[in-house]
């Protein structure tokens, strides 16, 4: 990541309640928005929300309009589920689920996979076929990551001894997809570094029948620096901890509260430790994939830009399956990754990678694919 010269941008274009600003006049963590409310106009000072903050710098991000940014997250994307294969037939459990008025529409990319069009994700929580690990709730754009190993390649021989590393795995969404698309062969590790999340990770697993994985207790940081884990694993999921600016929904008070761009600065730190160590554990001719569910390019374009400057056998692939024809009409809410942000510029191989706009389709999310060469 290459920092640009020009001039900064001056604070006295935002005017703010704190000093905790950074160089753009973005608020910090101790932003009080409750203050800020009470604040009156006076010598034709205008005052910024914290929500005004957020939607200017999402919209400089999306090279959207401030006002379509709002509308983006105000929509509550469409509640999907996946038919767990490793619990039954997929048909048969399909039936099932119809036979309960379970309106369905399939997804074309994703096996197993509809939108339910009459039942939140709270209805479909309760239902006994969910208990018993015969559905599991995903966001679609949490299905990409693990999609886009492209196991379904793998034969049956083979599979069983692919081995996947899942970094950074609670709550244990991707992992019991992968475990799926593995039919439960080969083998799986399932890291969190917080034993309680650990051990809630044990139990989602359990109730969707996985059978391959290893649930394990470390800093992911460090997994990879390990001599036991060096070029240990095919494939590498890095579903990093993030700021989660795709998870927001303006419609809720407060929806703000822990958005900052301390919080921004601080993840970055950490991903590119975890992203480091993902890399170690990564075998030469192996796939690592990265993904968020943040839109910020400190988290997103950094990162890889970060790995690719350091390692020169990283090579960004473009990927499949949004390239590919079932995925064509879900394309609109793609956007390529950007090459420069704020007073920074990232390599063009990270347009390759792409951003998920939120929408009624999908939160936001950021993936990206690298090749070990």
Not at 89 to 98: C, M, N, R, T, V
Not at 142 to 154: D, G, H, N, Q, T
Not at 215 to 244: H, M, W, Y
Request: positive net charge; hydrophobic residues 35%.
């Amino acid at each position: 990541m290459r920092k640009k010269r020009g001039r900064p941008v001056s604070r006295r274009q935002f005017k703010s309640t704190s000093d905790n600003s950074d160089q753009s006049g973005y608020q910090g963590k101790n932003f009080n928005i409750k203050k800020l409310k009470k604040i009156k106009k006076s010598k034709g000072e205008k005052f910024y929300t914290k929500e005004d903050i957020f939607l200017s710098r999402l919209a400089s991000i999306l090279k959207l309009p401030t006002g379509r940014v709002k509308q983006a997250f105000t929509e509550r994307a469409v509640t999907a589920i996946r038919i767990n294969n490793l619990a039954g037939d997929p048909e048969s459990i399909k039936k099932l689920l119809l036979k309960k008025r379970l309106k369905l529409k399939e997804i074309p990319w994703s096996p197993n996979t509809y939108i339910v069009e009459n039942k939140d994700k709270s209805e479909l929580g309760e239902m006994h076929a969910y208990e018993k690990g015969l559905f599991y709730i995903q966001n679609l754009s949490s299905l990409i990551p693990a999609l886009e190993f492209r196991l379904e390649r793998i034969s049956d021989k083979s599979m069983q001894k692919v081995k996947v590393l899942d970094l950074t795995a609670s709550p244990g969404s991707k992992t019991s997809q992968l475990a799926a698309l593995m039919d439960n062969q080969g083998k799986i590790i399932a890291n969190d570094v917080d034993p309680h999340r650990a051990q809630k990770l044990k139990e989602v697993l359990d109730q969707f029948h996985v059978k391959n994985t290893k649930v394990t207790v470390q800093d992911g940081s460090k997994v990879g620096i390990k001599s036991e884990n060096r070029e240990k694993f095919d494939f590498v999921l890095l579903d990093a901890p993030c700021s989660g600016e795709g998870m927001i929904y303006l419609t809720h008070s407060g929806s703000l509260r822990f958005w900052s761009i301390r919080k921004v600065k601080a993840m970055s730190k950490i991903q590119r430790k975890l992203i480091e160590s993902a890399w170690l554990a990564l075998k030469t001719g192996g796939t690592l994939v990265y993904s968020t569910c943040t839109l910020e390019p400190g988290e997103n374009e950094a990162i890889i830009d970060f790995l690719i400057k350091k390692h020169s056998n990283a090579q960004v692939k473009k990927l499949d399956l949004v390239n590919s024809e079932e995925f064509k009409d879900f394309r609109k809410f793609v956007k390529p990754g950007i090459t420069e942000w704020n007073q920074y510029s990232f390599s063009p191989e990270v347009k390759k990678c792409i951003r998920l706009v939120p929408s009624a389709e999908f939160m936001g999310f950021f993936v990206a694919k690298i090749y070990k060469g």
